[in-house]
C-alpha cells in the first residue's frame, strides 16, 4: 500500500521520517533548534585595500562579490603617501553600481574628491584633519592621535561635535603583540564614557595578522560589538586565511544578535561557521557494520569511516584502514575486484580520499555526498563517469 493510500485511511497527519535512522533524534526535535537569523545590527564595512593600484573594473567587481558575500559598505582604500588624481572616478563607479562609499585616507584633496563624487563615510579623522573635517559636510570616523591615550580622541570628539559633524568613535583594535587586550578595553570604557554615540571597530588588525583561521576570531569579535553596541565593522580579506572574512562576519553578526537578544548562547543554531570540524558525528556501532558486511549480496561498494578508519564493505568484502591507496591496493588483490574499470576505480579513489580527509579532521563521511564545510559546501552535482571501452584499437 502506498503511502498516499495510508494517509487517506488515517485520521492524523503521516509524516516521513528521515532517510537515515541515525538522523531520528534531530528529526523529532534533538538539538537543534529553528530559529530566524534575518535580523542583525551591525553593518558591514569591507575595505577595497590599495583600491588606486587597481582599475576601476576590478574595484567594481570586486564590490560587487563584496557586497554579495553580505558587505554593506564599500571602503576604498587609498595609499599613504600617493594620493591619487583618479579616486574620483573609483568612487563614482561604485556610487553608479548602487554601493554605499567610505574613503579611506588622511589626504584632504583625495577626500574632498571623494566625498564630490558620492563617498558618504570618511575613515578617519584625528588632529591632523578634523579641522578640515568641519567643511565635508560628511560622516566621519574619529581616531585617538595616541592609541593608548584617549584623551587624544576626546579633544577630536569635542571638536567635531562643536561643528556639527556626524562622528562615530574608532579606539583601534591592535594586533596581538601590540596590546591587544588594552586595546578592547579601550573600546569598553569609550562606550561607557560615551553610551549614546557611534562606534566602528576595525578587525582587521586581528584576522589579518593572525595564524589562524578568521571565522572563529570573527564571531567573538562581533559578539563584543553586538554587546558594546558597537554598530560597524571594517574588514577586509587580503591574506589568504581570511579569504572569506566578510560571509563570516555576515553569518556571524545574525548569530550574535540573535543570541544576546534571546539571552543564550550561540550553539545549535547554525553550523556555517563550523568548518573545519562537523558539530556532530553519527557513527555506526560497530556490530552495525558487521552485520552490513555479512549481509551484502551484491558488488556495489559502500564506504564508510569513522573512529580514524575506513571500511571498504561489498558481497565477500570488508576491508579496513586508514590509507587509501594501500586499501585500494588491497582491494585489487581480491577477484571480487575484477568490476573495477577505470571510472569505477577513479569514483572509489574520489570517495575514499573524502573519508580519509573525514576521518583526518573529525568530520562526518557520507558516500556520495559533499563533505559539510559549512558555509564553503559546494554540493557535488555528479559521482560517476560513464562506462565506455579504454582500450585502443
Given at each position: 500500500?502506498?503511502?498516499?493510500?495510508?494517509?487517506?485511511?488515517?485520521?492524523?497527519?503521516?509524516?516521513?521520517?528521515?532517510?537515515?535512522?541515525?538522523?531520528?533524534?534531530?528529526?523529532?526535535?534533538?538539538?537543534?533548534?529553528?530559529?530566524?537569523?534575518?535580523?542583525?545590527?551591525?553593518?558591514?564595512?569591507?575595505?577595497?585595500?590599495?583600491?588606486?593600484?587597481?582599475?576601476?573594473?576590478?574595484?567594481?567587481?570586486?564590490?560587487?562579490?563584496?557586497?554579495?558575500?553580505?558587505?554593506?559598505?564599500?571602503?576604498?582604500?587609498?595609499?599613504?603617501?600617493?594620493?591619487?588624481?583618479?579616486?574620483?572616478?573609483?568612487?563614482?563607479?561604485?556610487?553608479?553600481?548602487?554601493?554605499?562609499?567610505?574613503?579611506?585616507?588622511?589626504?584632504?584633496?583625495?577626500?574632498?574628491?571623494?566625498?564630490?563624487?558620492?563617498?558618504?563615510?570618511?575613515?578617519?579623522?584625528?588632529?591632523?584633519?578634523?579641522?578640515?573635517?568641519?567643511?565635508?559636510?560628511?560622516?566621519?570616523?574619529?581616531?585617538?592621535?595616541?592609541?593608548?591615550?584617549?584623551?587624544?580622541?576626546?579633544?577630536?570628539?569635542?571638536?567635531?561635535?562643536?561643528?556639527?559633524?556626524?562622528?562615530?568613535?574608532?579606539?583601534?583594535?591592535?594586533?596581538?603583540?601590540?596590546?591587544?587586550?588594552?586595546?578592547?578595553?579601550?573600546?569598553?570604557?569609550?562606550?561607557?564614557?560615551?553610551?549614546?554615540?557611534?562606534?566602528?571597530?576595525?578587525?582587521?588588525?586581528?584576522?589579518?595578522?593572525?595564524?589562524?583561521?578568521?571565522?572563529?576570531?570573527?564571531?567573538?569579535?562581533?559578539?563584543?560589538?553586538?554587546?558594546?553596541?558597537?554598530?560597524?565593522?571594517?574588514?577586509?580579506?587580503?591574506?589568504?586565511?581570511?579569504?572569506?572574512?566578510?560571509?563570516?562576519?555576515?553569518?556571524?553578526?545574525?548569530?550574535?544578535?540573535?543570541?544576546?537578544?534571546?539571552?543564550?548562547?550561540?550553539?545549535?543554531?547554525?553550523?556555517?561557521?563550523?568548518?573545519?570540524?562537523?558539530?556532530?558525528?553519527?557513527?555506526?556501532?560497530?556490530?552495525?557494520?558487521?552485520?552490513?558486511?555479512?549481509?551484502i549480496r551484491d558488488n556495489?561498494?559502500?564506504?564508510?569511516?569513522?573512529?580514524?578508519?575506513?571500511?571498504?564493505?561489498?558481497?565477500?568484502?570488508?576491508?579496513?584502514?586508514n590509507e587509501p591507496f594501500?586499501?585500494?591496493?588491497?582491494?585489487?588483490?581480491?577477484?571480487?575486484?575484477?568490476?573495477?574499470?577505470?571510472?569505477?576505480?577513479?569514483?572509489?579513489?574520489?570517495?575514499?580520499?573524502?573519508?580519509?580527509?573525514?576521518?583526518?579532521?573529525?568530520?562526518?563521511?557520507?558516500?556520495?555526498?559533499?563533505?559539510?564545510?559549512?558555509?564553503?559546501?559546494?554540493?557535488?552535482?555528479?559521482?560517476?563517469?560513464?562506462?565506455?571501452?579504454?582500450?585502443?584499437?
Amino acid at each position: 500500500m502506498r503511502l498516499a493510500e495510508i494517509a487517506g485511511l488515517s485520521p492524523d497527519r503521516i509524516v516521513c521520517g528521515p532517510k537515515d535512522c541515525r538522523d531520528i533524534d534531530a528529526w523529532l526535535g534533538g538539538k537543534t533548534r529553528s530559529v530566524d537569523l534575518s535580523e542583525y545590527s551591525i553593518e558591514i564595512i569591507a575595505e577595497i585595500n590599495h583600491a588606486p593600484r587597481l582599475s576601476v573594473n576590478e574595484v567594481v567587481r570586486m564590490a560587487a562579490e563584496f557586497r554579495r558575500h553580505g558587505a554593506d559598505r564599500i571602503d576604498v582604500g587609498c595609499d599613504p603617501g600617493r594620493p591619487c588624481s583618479r579616486i574620483g572616478d573609483y568612487v563614482a563607479a561604485l556610487i553608479d553600481a548602487g554601493h554605499r562609499v567610505s574613503i579611506d585616507t588622511f589626504d584632504e584633496q583625495e577626500t574632498r574628491t571623494a566625498i564630490s563624487a558620492g563617498a558618504s563615510l570618511v575613515l578617519s579623522v584625528n588632529s591632523s584633519n578634523r579641522r578640515a573635517a568641519a567643511d565635508w559636510g560628511c560622516e566621519v570616523v574619529a581616531i585617538p592621535d595616541i592609541l593608548d591615550d584617549l584623551s587624544t580622541l576626546d579633544a577630536t570628539i569635542d571638536f567635531l561635535e562643536k561643528h556639527q559633524v556626524p562622528v562615530r568613535l574608532d579606539p583601534i583594535l591592535e594586533p596581538i603583540g601590540s596590546g591587544f587586550g588594552q586595546s578592547l578595553m579601550r573600546y569598553a570604557h569609550t562606550r561607557q564614557r560615551y553610551p549614546d554615540h557611534q562606534m566602528m571597530m576595525g578587525i582587521g588588525n586581528l584576522t589579518e595578522l593572525t595564524d589562524v583561521d578568521s571565522a572563529g576570531v570573527n564571531l567573538l569579535l562581533l559578539a563584543l560589538c553586538e554587546e558594546w553596541q558597537i554598530r560597524s565593522v571594517l574588514t577586509t580579506q587580503v591574506i589568504n586565511w581570511a579569504r572569506t572574512s566578510i560571509q563570516e562576519c555576515d553569518i556571524a553578526r545574525r548569530l550574535v544578535h540573535h543570541s544576546i537578544n534571546e539571552g543564550t548562547p550561540p550553539k545549535n543554531l547554525s553550523d556555517q561557521l563550523v568548518m573545519l570540524r562537523d558539530a556532530k558525528l553519527r557513527p555506526y556501532a560497530d556490530e552495525a557494520i558487521d552485520a552490513l558486511a555479512s549481509e551484502i549480496r551484491d558488488n556495489n561498494y559502500r564506504i564508510l569511516a569513522q573512529d580514524g578508519e575506513i571500511h571498504i564493505i561489498s558481497a565477500g568484502v570488508h576491508l579496513r584502514g586508514n590509507e587509501p591507496f594501500a586499501m585500494m591496493s588491497e582491494l585489487l588483490t581480491l577477484p571480487q575486484s575484477d568490476n573495477v574499470d577505470v571510472s569505477h576505480a577513479f569514483y572509489l579513489g574520489f570517495e575514499l580520499a573524502k573519508a580519509k580527509l573525514a576521518i583526518q579532521l573529525g568530520k562526518q563521511y557520507e558516500q556520495d555526498q559533499a563533505l559539510n564545510w559549512g558555509q564553503l559546501t559546494v554540493a557535488e552535482a555528479r559521482h560517476r563517469i560513464p562506462r565506455k571501452s579504454r582500450h585502443r584499437k
